[in-house]
């Protein structure tokens, strides 16, 4: 079966990381230990997840309440039930994705907080979005707004750095919220069992269609159980 692929010195899985020109696949520095949580509810969650990539007005009012209020009821425990693993992969993007360094920042879903003091470290100039007042009533951030990330009321190309960790994608807002030299970065804590999760190359193919005349690239990795991917600009 893989009698078409050209030998590769270090082997098929080094061969298949490059396939995608557009893509660069970091391998893994933080292996992942037994006893990975599971979520039930992340298949389904995909697809709705997938469809938003692909048509935002599937995000519906009565979806954004749904969602507010499940995150509501889940902020009192959040932390000490989901905090400990979810920083992982974003502090390996951080390390060996090479964002970009200054200008301001814009965490998406920033819900407790769990991850924003990273983000802070690297960029102080920090703006934190959740549609959850739950959620921000434990974030201890002073720049927080409470906003639907599918219309933020934010100017365009107001941030060199849109950060999203495990939320939903809405590739418009996004890319008009970013600098022309900026970067999405994209993290799950579960991977591909994350609620959120999409692939990196069905958000580098959202994000280019979003973009006329300009693609995407991207370098992702993996990290303890989760997932992580930045995204640039690249000019055609």
Known sequence: MFGDIPWHPCGLAAYLMTVDPQITVLPRLIEAPDGKPTRPEAPDNQRLMAEILRDPTSWTPDLAKFTTEVFDALSATWVNERGGYRTAPLIDALDRGDPPRGGRCLEIGSGTGILTPYLVERWGDLICVDLSAGMMAHQHHAHQVR?????LPF???????????DGPLFVAETVRLLAQDGALIWSNALGAGAPYFQPTDNIRDALTEATPHVSWSAVESEALWGSWAIFHRTED
Do not use: C, M, P
């Open 147 to 151: 906003a639907d990330a599918s219309n």
């Open 155 to 165: 100017a365009d190309a107001t941030f060199r750095v849109v950060v999203i960790g």
